[in-house]
């Protein structure tokens, strides 16, 4: 069977030295189910809840369940994230724009990563981003990040996004143990 899309942008060396559960996760099964926990945060401002409604980012609260779907078609990923009330839908595939990254369509914005393996964790680097097209500065991307890791035999993961007139757009962590 050939390399996932994460395993693929890593090289097989470094994959090899993370934990199961972010291998298991990212690695290169057609279809995945997970469910697990999340807190999320962000901004109470009114700018902050439109443009999380708009690109389908959840809406923050204390502890949500969260149940993942994960479609995969070769290289291609398709991400559903449930939390509580609100869906999350995402693409996920190589970066044109950026030799070596990853890119993720998320409702209007066109997110590029390089994806960098630290402390037996991915760290997913923003790169450049676009919305409806147009590029953000790059003193704009300084406060979007996000880490895949383990915790024993879950998936961890966190993600964080400040944008400059909004503050914290959103902030959410937590597990995920697959069901499938």
């Known amino acids: 069977m050939s390399p996932g899309l994460f395993q693929s942008l890593i090289g097989d060396e470094i994959w090899a030295t993370l934990p199961a559960p972010v291998r298991d996760f990212h690695g290169d099964d057609r279809d995945l189910s997970a469910r697990g926990d999340s807190i999320v945060d962000g901004s109470t401002k009114r700018l902050a809840a439109l443009v999380r409604r708009v690109s389908g980012l959840p809406a923050p609260g204390s502890s949500a369940a969260l149940d993942f779907q994960l479609h995969r078609e070769h290289l291609l990923e398709h991400w559903t994230r449930r939390f509580a009330t609100r869906t999350m839908r995402s693409i996920i595939d190589r970066s ?3 030799d070596g990254c990853l890119r993720e369509r998320l409702g209007p914005a066109t997110l590029h990563f390089e994806l960098v393996v630290e402390n037996r964790a991915i760290v997913w680097r923003l790169r450049s981003m676009q919305v409806l097209g147009i590029g953000l500065p790059p003193s704009w991307l300084r406060g979007i990040n996000a880490r895949s890791s383990a915790e024993g035999e879950r998936y961890r993961f966190e ?3 400040t944008l400059p007139l909004i503050g914290l757009l959103v902030a959410y962590r937590g597990w ?5």
């Open 96 to 98: 044109s724009r950026h």
């Open 176 to 180: 995920l143990e697959r069901h499938d």
């Open 159 to 161: 993600t964080h996004a």
